[in-house]
């Protein structure tokens, strides 16, 4: 029945609409049970649908934007005392170099008076939304181990990422376009395509990148010499003639071959049309604002509306090994217009509730400085105790979760491992962690590892 | 005090046992066990990495070492229990056990610690199938005589009859020399090949081929592929700077040579280990040992080095056992494997080989280049407690599990070279049966054991299990000799099997392979295909990698600037020489599941993604391919030859009618929209070139 469908329309060509070809498709999907992207349950319920994460790229400085500590000031222009010392292990830094207090002030935000850096005071403005962990640690403190970190849940190379255990766990609930994409902003995290990277999942959980430039994905335009219509004539021929070889061989894995031409065309179509913002309002391109970040999380929230279970947008430069004074405004200026719009934008739509928004970093940054000279100082990496933040999604907003002592050294309360934010993740998602595996060199791998415990406190009770 | 008196008492008990009764196991040792140990060290729990309920792991040990060594009193069980230190004394925070009890243990051990095999123990791990030494099974007979070739098929078609089934019809002759230069060449055959074939009617005219194509240096470089992505091959550092490794290819070229060559893989083994370490080594076998100079390197490391070098070692031990062994040893790295019976300390032992070695740049007397080798050195080896390695534990010896047969070292320290013996020992169970499944994989599109990476209890067993086993043996009776078991397997009537017959019956897994299976070719493959088809292929061997083009806007890079400058025709060479940068896999092979070196590969995976179809419909490389290839078809005749053509160019068979009829109404519609001839013959190739069938080996 479906199989003479086909032939019709294969006879038909082109000339059916878009609407009747992706009802067929929806069928063949449900028939392909083979396709690695059809939408799958969830373990319980699920309150996030969807994943932006915003990835700072180089690691961002807990004591001078998230993490408020006066006690800097004390010890400014003086070694670090020994009792921070023991058992902690140092980068390119060393105990020599002088605690530095930070430049800039930490204000109170929102009606939960929440602290962050006087940097940030438009995304200071959702704090009610936002649920601040100033407790995340880890070992990794190089950039690629600590971004494969963030990213796998492990320091070392080879691992899926998280949009990959998303896509892997859930599907993807538009087809039109990939379910995990990336939008790179400035250079490349230092771990390249590893940080979207599938892994050992299958290259049907790759990260696609969306490109600023050109067509939006890679090899999405038809060469010139084809016009549309001759275009899809040689795809209606490729479908008939992998029909009749379905037919002579049985075999079912060509309806996923024929399944992925069709939409591999339309993402031709959906692609451009998702990168093309000129239907947005003048007032919502204005919120953004006008950089390249800005647009990233504005085609983020176009991408999400449309179903794509995760993206990824990274942001550049935060690595202030030296002058932390003189940039990190700038810096933070790039961030806190586009970030803030995006998190009013999806409230506006009702979107945020379904939609986790991640802020972090690959690691925090030290209460010491990096070279002498404290007017040109800036902060080494530091993966023991640092801030990332999260809003929607079923995070509960307003709220600030563990602490560190009084440098901003060492966890002191509520300490939250990457693998514990791993699992709390994929829990908002409606996974369990410990179940979402997929077997890899005889063990059952999963996001989490072998740890992993989802931090109940930043769930809605 | 107490203590001190009982170290007495112990003193003059140890004098005075030599006239000991015999200890019997059953009646004197087990229940002490049972009473003083089992709890902590049983079943439930294995404190620090010990069981005392299984003759194996007592034997094995703990973390700290063996718990009883046979014939004398030095067992780390005996040391714990008079230790004088709280931390240490057995039972832990408890009264010392009696002293009449720890002599009898004492004596025990020293008159050889016998335990029974029938009280050895439920030890699944110890008895489990691949664990088992290779015994050659007896061919089996069969009703059918008539469908058997070789021994193969006697065991294929012996399980088959059981389930009253038997082997698919032979596939015809097209389908066969398309399969053969695919399995074995990763290139297309050319129509004249296949007609020449498909006419000749000589008997042995299969043979011939087979030999032909085994013989041709494009069969190293297939399967020299299989290899690399085991060897984890890559020519950058990995993490943050990714250096170029500027002469790594050195090692491919080997790897290609030597697969071309035929050396015996217990050779090919023995110099990729331990190449270094033979008496009056050859620069070749000391470029082999680049094996293990695939490793990651963290140059930016900004703390410890020692770090990132812990992990390149355990890299190192890992692959070995992944490679060789079907093992995963890295189960091992924090605590005892949860399945296999590798214990903690153990896993030490096998890194203790890899951690003393050193890096070398082998000076290459014909031009100013070097390649990456190893070096024997020195450093100890201590347990990393809970795998890391800032909490060293007891020191250990490079050494082998002894689940395995023993190892035989040349001297009292063992080294590489002893364990690249070892592996090889014919008395080893896997590393035969792991090579053979990994032959048959590639011939097959799946295992005779499905998980070749873990041949551990956690694994899938074999469906064929006489099979496998007589398999590896033939394969040490035939000298090592990898041709000689490809020839063997491809002669065969399994292999010759149609792979779409009886395909929606039963077993619609194949897993007793019944027919032939039918499977996308892996990423350079499908490259290849594409170049060699439509003209443009350059199938020069060796030497550097080339780097095609990343496409512009996919990332600002410091390779790619470079990469844009690549002159002519090298861009075309087959996909085996496309330089591997560990964190930026080419999109064009990362499209279609290809290996990027970060950690080694048993098998690829076979995704259908939508992006492979852009990639095969508009990427640069493959526009330029339907391009050439339609240029081709553009030769004087009729529209219908010139399809004709194209479809036995690409498909290696001529086309079907309805077929026929698709080709030709696109060739007219394309002209009715007014395309120039050039356009619309660009435009059939491209069809042609991106049919399921064009990337799959029936």
């Known amino acids: 029945m479906l199989h003479d469908r086909r032939q ?49 790229v180089g690691g961002t400085s807990q004591v001078d934007l998230f993490d408020s500590k006066p006690a800097l000031a004390k010890l400014h222009g003086k070694p670090i005392p020994e009792s921070f010392r023991k058992g902690v292990r140092l980068g390119q830094t060393t105990f020599a170099a002088p605690v530095m207090q930070s430049p800039f002030m930490f204000r109170r935000y929102g009606q939960c008076g929440m602290e962050m850096s006087e940097l940030l005071p438009q995304i200071g403005a959702c704090a009610d939304d936002i649920a601040l962990v100033r407790s995340m640690h880890h070992a990794a403190f190089d950039h690629a181990p600590g971004e494969i970190m963030l990213s796998t849940g492990k320091e070392q190379p080879g691992r899926p990422t998280m949009g990959s255990w998303l896509t892997y766990g859930l599907g993807s609930e538009n087809r039109d376009l990939p379910g995990y994409v990336v939008l790179l902003n400035g250079r490349s995290p230092k771990a390249r395509s590893l940080v979207w990277g599938n892994g050992f999942l299958s290259a049907s959980h790759q990260g696609v990148i969306f490109r600023g430039k050109g067509s939006p994905i890679l090899d999405l335009a038809t060469p010139k010499e ?30 996923s071959q024929i399944a992925a031409y069709e939409l591999a065309y339309r993402m031709q179509s959906a692609a451009p049309e998702l990168a093309d913002l000129s239907k947005e309002t003048k007032a919502t391109k204005e919120a953004y604002g006008e950089s390249g970040f800005a647009r990233s999380l ?87 105790a640092y801030s990332i933040w999260l809003a929607g999604g079923g995070v509960r907003g307003g709220q600030v979760i563990g602490a560190t002592d009084e440098l901003g050294w060492k966890v002191t309360e509520d300490p939250v491992h990457m693998n514990d934010f791993h699992a709390t993740l994929l829990h908002l998602f409606g996974l369990d962690h410990k179940k979402l595996t997929f077997r890899h060199q005889g063990l059952d791998a999963r996001l989490t590892d072998v740890a992993g415990t989802v931090v109940k406190k930043l769930l809605h009770a | 005090m107490r203590l001190a008196l009982l170290a007495m008492f112990m003193v003059v008990l140890l004098g005075s046992h030599a006239v000991a009764e015999p200890v019997d196991f059953a009646r004197d040792v087990r229940p002490i066990f049972a009473k003083r140990c ?64 720890i002599a009898t243990l004492q004596a025990w051990a020293e008159q050889g610690a016998k335990w029974p095999e029938e009280l050895a123990g439920q030890d699944p791990a110890a008895n489990h ?75 042995n005219s299969y043979e011939r081929l087979v030999d032909r194509l085994l013989a041709s240096p494009h069969f190293g470089e297939r399967w020299g592929r299989h290899w690399l992505d085991l060897a984890r091959f890559a020519e950058s550092d990995g993490y943050e700077n990714d250096n170029l490794r500027q002469n790594a290819w050195r090692f491919r070229d080997w790897v290609i040579e030597a697969v071309n060559r035929d050396q015996p893989f217990n050779q090919f083994t023995i110099d990729q280990l331990a190449g270094d370490l033979r008496p009056g080594a050859t620069l070749e076998q000391k470029v082999a040992t680049g094996f293990h100079r695939n490793t990651l390197w963290n140059s930016a490391a900004s703390g410890d080095k020692e770090e990132f070098r812990t992990l390149a070692i355990k890299d190192r031990t890992d692959t ?16 005892g494997h949860k399945y296999d019976p590798i214990a903690h300390r153990e896993y030490y032992q096998l890194y203790a080989f890899f951690n003393k070695t050193d890096h070398d740049e082998l000076k290459l007397g014909d031009s100013k280049t070097s390649a990456p080798v190893l070096r024997e050195g020195t450093r100890p080896t201590r347990v990393h407690t809970r795998g890391s390695f800032l909490q ?64 551990g209890t956690n694994g899938t067993p074999p469906k064929h299990p006489e099979l496998l086993d007589w398999l590896a043996s033939e394969f040490v009776r035939q000298g090592w000799s990898r041709k000689a078991m490809i020839r063997l397997i491809v002669l065969s009537e399994t292999y010759r099997q149609s792979s779409v017959a009886g395909m929606k019956e039963t077993d619609s897994a194949n897993s007793l392979f019944g027919r032939q299976n039918r499977f996308r070719v892996e990423a350079e493959i499908v490259r290849d295909l594409s170049l060699s088809t439509s003209g443009l292929l350059v199938t020069t061997f060796g030497g550097p990698s080339i780097v095609p083009a990343f496409p512009e806007g996919f990332l600002d890079q410091k390779f790619t600037a470079e990469a844009l400058k690549m002159p002519g025709a090298d861009r075309h060479r087959r996909g085996i020489y496309i330089h591997v940068q560990r964190t930026l896999q080419h999109p064009t092979l990362a499209a279609f599941d290809g290996a990027d070196g970060n950690q080694p590969c048993a098998r690829r995976d076979r995704s259908t993604t939508p992006l492979q179809a852009l990639t095969l419909l508009n990427d640069p490389v493959y526009v330029e391919c339907a391009r050439s290839l339609g240029n081709r078809l553009l030769s004087p005749g009729t529209t219908e030859e010139r399809l004709r053509h194209g479809f036995e160019l690409c498909l290696s068979r001529s086309p079907k009618n309805r077929e026929l009829v698709v080709l030709k109404d696109l060739v007219s519609t394309q002209l009715k929209l007014g395309m120039k001839e050039e356009v619309v013959w660009f435009g059939i190739a491209r069809v042609l070139l991106n049919l399921e069938e064009f990337t799959t080996r029936e």
């Open chain 1, 8 to 56: 019709f329309l294969a006879k038909t060509g082109g000339g059916l609409g878009l609407a009747a070809l992706a009802t067929l498709l929806a069928e063949d999907r449900l028939l392909a049970d083979t396709d690695p992207l059809r939408v799958r349950p969830t373990h319980f319920k699920a309150t996030a649908k969807s994943g932006i994460f915003i990835f700072l």
């Open chain 1, 226 to 255: 084809f016009s549309p219509e001759s275009h899809r004539a040689q795809l209606d021929a490729i479908k008939t003639l992998n029909e009749f070889r379905r037919e002579e061989t049985g075999d079912s894995k060509l309806d």
């Open chain 1, 298 to 384: 504005l085609l983020a929230r176009r991408l999400i509306e449309r179903g794509v279970r995760h993206v990824l947008v990274t942001h550049p430069e935060w690595d202030l090994h030296e002058k932390i004074n003189q940039s990190l405004p700038g810096i933070c200026r790039e961030i806190d217009q586009p970030i803030a719009a995006l998190l009013k934008d999806l409230k506006g739509r009702g979107l945020l509730d379904s939609t986790l928004v991640t802020c972090a970093s690959e690691f925090g940054r030290t209460a010491i400085t990096q070279g002498k000279d404290l007017a040109t100082a800036g902060r080494d990496h530091h993966p023991h």
């Open chain 2, 38 to 101: 089992v709890g902590c060290h049983g079943p439930k729990k294995h404190e620090g990495g010990l069981r005392l309920d299984l003759r194996r792991t007592t034997f094995q040990g703990g973390d700290s070492g063996p718990a009883f060594v046979p014939g004398t009193s030095t067992g780390e069980a005996l040391k714990r229990l008079v230790s004088k230190d709280e931390k240490l004394r057995m039972p832990l925070h408890e009264e010392p056990i009696p002293a009449k009890e």
């Open chain 2, 129 to 203: 199938w691949a664990f088992r030494s290779i015994q050659r099974p007896a061919i089996p007979t069969v009703s059918n005589r008539s469908r058997l070739r070789n021994a193969i098929d006697a065991f294929v078609l012996a399980r088959l009859e059981a389930t009253s089934s038997t082997l698919a019809p032979e596939a015809d002759r097209r389908t066969l020399v398309r399969r053969l230069y695919l399995d074995l060449h990763g290139l297309p055959p050319s129509p004249g090949e296949i007609d020449r074939f498909a006419q000749d009617a000589s008997p």
């Open chain 2, 320 to 335: 070995t056992g992944m490679a060789w062994m079907g093992l995963t040893l890295g189960c091992a790295q924090c605590h």
């Open chain 2, 392 to 455: 060293p534990g007891v020191e250990v010896l490079p050494s082998t599990p002894v689940f395995l047969p023993p190892l035989r070292p040349r001297d009292a320290k063992a080294d590489r070279l002893d364990l690249a013996n070892w592996l090889v020992n014919p008395s080893h169970p896997l590393t035969a049966r792991v090579a053979v499944n990994r032959f048959w994989i590639h011939l097959f599109g799946t295992g005779l054991v499905p998980t070749p990476e873990n041949f």
